[in-house]
């Protein structure tokens, strides 16, 4: 199990992502190149799981993107529940020059969905954009697809680094951005109480504990203590 070394300083959020996609899409090199910068032309699969962390910094937040490969379990079709367990996000990966990988789409979006939170922040991934003249599935295409099943689209190389960074930011920050919106969606419900009264109307209190006037029930001058 690969990882990459942490220097001590501490992470506002972990978020763990899951590669996957058919055997032979470059997942592992577009993992090596977004980590570590490298690129292994003869790389072979090797059975496990392996994960490399990367820190980024948004909006002056420290992320620490813990990303999963499959390790060659794909060609067996031996990806497992606990591979998905405690995705926030996925890079669904195929490859251009190869029609079969992209027909696979369906299948491990299905795998997904079955194995981990339904809104798990998904980038479809066309790599090996650097084999122009073998390509077999375009661009248009794959937009279109993307959209249908509501994901994101980029192309990559592994080989030549195009957009590889870019396919991981694009996920991570997603993820920041839908996990704010539940943090700020939070506060703002923090800062209200809601009180209970007769007749099914409610009084909302403000940060400052005072009711807001429009929700306020008018006072019955007919009513009597007893």
Not at 11 to 21: A, M, N, P, Q, S
Not at 119 to 146: F, H, I, Q
């Amino acid at each position: 199990m690969a990882t990459r070394e942490d220097d001590g300083q501490t992470e506002d959020y972990l978020f763990k992502i899951v590669l996957i996609g058919d055997s032979a899409v470059g997942k592992s090199n577009l993992l090596a190149r977004f980590a570590r910068d490298e690129f292994y032309p003869n790389s072979k699969s090797t059975i496990g799981v392996e994960f490399q962390t990367q820190k980024m910094d948004i909006d002056g937040k420290g992320i620490k993107a813990q990303i999963w490969d499959t390790a060659g379990q794909e060609r067996f079709r031996a990806v497992t529940s606990a591979y998905y367990r405690g995705a926030v996000g996925a890079l669904l990966v195929y490859d251009i020059s190869r029609r079969q990988t992209f027909e696979s789409i369906g299948r491990w979006l299905n795998e997904l969905h079955i194995h981990s939170d339904m809104n798990v922040v998904t980038v479809l991934v066309g790599n090996k954009m650097d084999l122009k003249d073998t390509r077999e599935v375009t661009t248009a295409e794959a937009k279109s697809v993307a959209e249908e099943q509501g994901l994101f689209f980029i192309e990559t190389s592994a080989l030549d680094s195009s957009n590889v960074v870019a396919a991981f930011k694009m996920v991570v920050e997603e993820i920041y951005r839908i996990l704010s919106r539940k943090v700020i969606a939070s506060q703002e419900l923090e800062k209200q109480d809601t009180l209970w009264v007769g007749n099914g109307k409610t009084v909302v209190l403000q940060g400052d504990g005072k009711p807001a006037s429009d929700n306020v029930p008018p006072r019955n001058p007919g009513c009597c203590s007893y």
